[in-house]
């Protein structure tokens, strides 16, 4: 059984982008996991969880 | 020299998915089963079932599971795809529960979740020594081949517990689940690792792996690089790329199956799958 995978959801309180990390990446992004993809602040947690109906609103951040 | 043959194994359904998650996701009996037909004329050669009840969510009520394995004998006899019925698609059900559907139907396999976890930081996913004891010797009793899932290493060294006990018998097949909240995360790096645990621990297991997410593709390739089986489908990702919702599953195991043939391996037949998983038609 799988649920897919788990999120951590983030608006910029700079620049307002909405984003998302998948919680598995926390090795991977170390210190920079939460970080706003367009300008680099730290984003504001929103919440956490499998994928919703809101998620298309949320940009991925892979690498 | 024979290419080496690569099963494909297709998770259609899962237990958390929604149609407002993805309006593609098969949940009652005829739309799994018809799927489950359209996966195997894909090159599928296993089927990992979950059901749902008539409000969409994860059950294990064993009528679910016989109206759907019903269709899938009654619409399409000329479908010998491999049956794999889960025995977790419902954290609420009780051990009880979660065996009928196998003692009644006597699948070819069924899913063995080598251990408990915290279950996406929020519900607790219990898989008891006594289930766990229970369900190996019934397996066995009832000939029926577990699909051990594996969601960290820990899992394996489990199994090889249960193996030494004479609860499992070898060979073992494992199925990798990268990624997944709170089990381990999906890199190759991990891949390679668990692998090893389980050629250190259970020598001469067969393995299949799935990336939840980011990971699905590196899973994918990585288990055709590194010698083992692919599951794919909505279970794990109802998104088929960065953006993209699935259009079905059998567009899933499609890219499998083009990614095995150009990789040089054949996709395994159901015939062939149960060879290499020593499955007792």
């Known amino acids: ?63 | 020299m024979a290419k080496k043959k690569t099963i494909i194994t297709v998770a259609p359904t899962g237990a958390w998915p929604k149609k407002e998650n993805n309006p593609n996701v098969p949940m009652t009996p005829t739309e799994i089963a018809d799927e489950v037909y359209a996966c195997w004329k894909a090159g599928a050669a296993v089927a990992h079932l979950h059901m749902r009840d008539d409000q969409g969510n994860g059950t294990m009520d064993t009528k679910k599971f016989e109206e759907t394995v019903g269709l899938i004998r009654e619409r399409y006899p000329d479908c010998d795809i491999v049956l794999n019925l889960t025995t977790s698609g419902d954290i609420h059900a009780d051990d009880d529960l979660r065996v009928a559907h196998v003692e009644k139907l006597k699948p070819e396999m069924a899913s063995y979740d080598c251990g408990s976890m915290n279950w996406l930081n929020t519900s607790l996913f219990i898989n008891s020594p006594a289930f766990l004891e229970r369900c190996g010797k019934l397996f066995q009793e009832l000939n029926v081949k577990p699909e051990i899932e594996a969601f960290d290493p820990g899992m394996i060294a489990n199994a090889a517990y249960y193996l030494k006990k004479g609860i499992l018998v070898a060979p073992l097949h494992f199925q990798f689940c990268m990624g997944c909240a709170n089990g381990i995360p999906g890199s190759m790096k991990n891949l390679v690792f668990m692998k090893e645990t389980m050629e250190q621990l259970c020598p001469g297991s067969t393995w299949s792996t799935f990336g939840v997410g980011h990971c699905a593709m590196e899973m994918l390739y990585g288990a055709v690089a590194l010698g083992g089986h692919i599951r794919v489908g909505m279970e794990d990702n109802v998104m088929y790329a960065k953006g993209q919702l699935a259009e079905s599953n059998v567009q899933f195991v499609e890219r499998a199956a083009r990614v095995i043939r150009e990789y040089g391996n054949d996709v395994a037949t159901p015939d062939e799958a149960r060879e290499i998983l020593s499955l007792k038609k």
């Open chain 1, 1 to 63: 059984m799988s649920w897919g995978p788990g999120f951590f959801y983030y608006q910029c309180s700079a620049c307002g982008k909405k984003f998302k990390y998948a919680q598995d990446m926390i090795p991977e992004f170390g210190a920079d996991f939460g970080k706003c993809p367009v300008c680099g602040t730290m984003g504001t947690y929103i919440k956490d969880g499998p994928r919703g109906t809101d998620d298309a609103d949320y940009y991925e951040v892979e690498d």
